[in-house]
């Protein structure tokens, strides 16, 4: 039986990112030594490197004056990073979910943060818009995708430079990177595999804040070291690369971007129509285009268990919706076939059927 | 040709790993999924963490009441994280080159570093043995073998516990975990490919300094969950299993110890002997098991580029030693054929004949 991934991460791949790393796994660019056994100061592996930052830079349109780097620890330790390196005595932050209050407990550490908004009050399914930002916060940070509640953040209006967390959207539609001072993203949802993360800073941002950073989460030690000031996690770079390959041959991020909003609509406009659910996010323009959150309508409660056997007979892996949102969530991520997405609509339709 | 992996990390990995990593990176577990695209908390991968954890509590026989743990950031960021958790007001540090170094630096921002001997003065060519640990330390760190200089060192005679960077020869020989509080190793060298870390933390050491640690650093917060607080690096601890089940059907720590004194002794016979060549460590007891040092002898020193032309053209990989030492650098991990070092002996005594 075919199966259809729809894991929030780590999530669904290429087929071409998985065939080539396990070719690489065995014999990495001619050397006849495996990926992970070639020092990361390889000039095969130095390559590897400077292609993923150069492929980075082109699919997002950085602007000259951005490091890219490969980093490790996921998003969760830029929550640390981030503050460290960029904020003075205050921070501003747009609480849409679990890991916005995340990204906050760590600033703490620092300095004053600054709630700018907060959608709690409603676990979190829509965006706040209306908001100011203190003009003499550091940074304004939000969460442009929030997997567990399946919306979308676009980039806010403020008057002092962003940071956002876009670990689960990342190539999954343009960003205006020149808003931002840093972007970073753990790799696992639209990249690679789990260890590696990607991290994109303006380099005037930086060395601004007197404060002692420890070397290794001081952003300019890792520019200084073009990632390598220690080994960096060399086969999920390595994967990661092959995914950009993959993207930039597909047409890019404003083609993929296409094709994430048709695959979305397709599930969207079903969990509308079809009576047996609902969405768990009432406004459209805020739905997540790579995670959606659904549960059954209240007078079908009793079915849930129900539909999440009968879907997973079906092939369907990782629907079963996170704790704090209940239901049902439906990871379509970049490398997210429509076909997956369809095969889930025809269950949805046949679930109502026998219903 | 046949080629010989000497890389000093990342570095040579068993044929066993390899392979059931290239094919888990196609199909995990039976799941038909990619390990790379595996949610970190469905059954399959959970699975793997449990095994790798129970079987590095088998092999290096990890007594009650440690928790072993897999993190990213590799041993630069665990010289931050063991004071960050284990220092009160001084910690002691047992200087043996490079990396101890490193970890001596970030314990600065902690509190008082007691420096309790360093062999600097012969550019780290040997290991100190005599000298006193204050008994005020919270612990004595020292870096069990030092891939620059080719030096190995023993567990120090200490009034307060040990702390220790093992990354480049853990398991290549046993180790007395009780007299530890916190092992580290960044896994690219006897473990797996870099991006795993793996930690050996004593339970009770923990929480006992009045200090707010951030999330990301605190080990109390790993060992809580299980080294899932955060994905997890699930590819590259996938293939440290590989390695632990490949080591455990070979015998074990003991028995992979025969092999590496076997092989590490024919290779220092041949420096040894080998008019041409010396040896970089003079007291042969701090000779690596893991990172054969070698120079061409002082009348010779003028060969050593057409030495290392000759090698690479037997097909001698990555034996460049550190621009630090010069000369040549030869690493025997424990995946090391003895087949391979017997390469490099037959090179170096056809150089020989050759001049």
Not at 185 to 206: R, Y
Not at 207 to 223: A, E, F, N, Q, S
Not at 241 to 270: C, F, P, S
Not at 336 to 355: G, R, W, Y
Request: aromatic residues 10%; hydrophobic residues 45%.
């Amino acid at each position: 039986m075919k199966k259809h991934n729809f894991y929030a991460g780590p999530s669904i791949l290429p087929e071409y990112t998985k065939e080539k790393t396990a070719e690489a796994v065995l014999n990495f660019a001619g050397t006849g030594l495996s990926v992970m056994e070639v020092s990361h100061r390889s000039k095969e592996f130095v390559a590897v490197v400077d292609e993923a930052v150069a492929l980075v830079k082109e699919l997002l349109k950085v602007p000259e004056g951005y490091s890219v780097l490969f980093l490790q620890g996921g998003a969760s330790l830029q929550f640390l990073m981030a503050p460290y390196n960029l904020m003075g005595l205050k921070a501003a932050y747009l609480n849409t979910g679990v890991w916005s209050k995340k990204a906050m407990k760590e600033a703490k550490f620092f300095g004053e943060v600054v709630e700018v908004a907060s959608s709690a009050d409603a676990n979190f399914n829509y965006i706040p818009k209306q908001f100011d930002t203190p003009a003499d916060a550091s940074y304004l940070h939000y969460t442009s995708n929030n997997t567990i509640f399946g919306t979308k953040v676009n980039a806010p209006e403020a008057n002092v430079p962003l940071v956002a967390d876009m670990s689960s959207d990342i190539f999954s539609r343009p960003v205006d990177v020149a808003k931002h001072d840093l972007i970073y993203a753990g790799a696992q949802k639209n990249l690679g595999p789990s260890g590696a993360t990607l991290v994109i800073v303006k380099d005037e941002a930086l060395g601004k804040i007197d404060r002692v950073i420890p070397t290794m989460l001081d952003y300019r030690i890792h520019i200084q070291n073009e990632s390598m000031f220690n080994t960096p996690s060399t086969l999920p770079v390595f994967a990661c690369l092959q995914t950009l390959r993959w993207l930039k041959e597909l047409g890019g991020v404003e083609a993929i971007e296409k094709i994430n909003i048709e695959k979305a609509a397709v599930l969207y406009d079903e969990i509308d129509r079809n009576k047996l659910f609902q969405s768990t996010v009432p406004n459209k323009e805020d739905r997540s285009l790579m995670n959606v959150t659904f549960v059954m309508a209240p007078e079908f409660a009793e079915l849930e268990k129900e539909f999440l056997d009968f879907a997973t007979a079906k092939g369907m892996i990782g629907i079963k919706g996170h704790r704090s949102v209940g239901g049902f969530r439906a990871s379509t991520y970049n490398a997210m076939p429509i076909e997956s997405v369809q095969a889930l609509v025809d269950t949805m339709q046949e679930f109502e059927k026998k219903h």
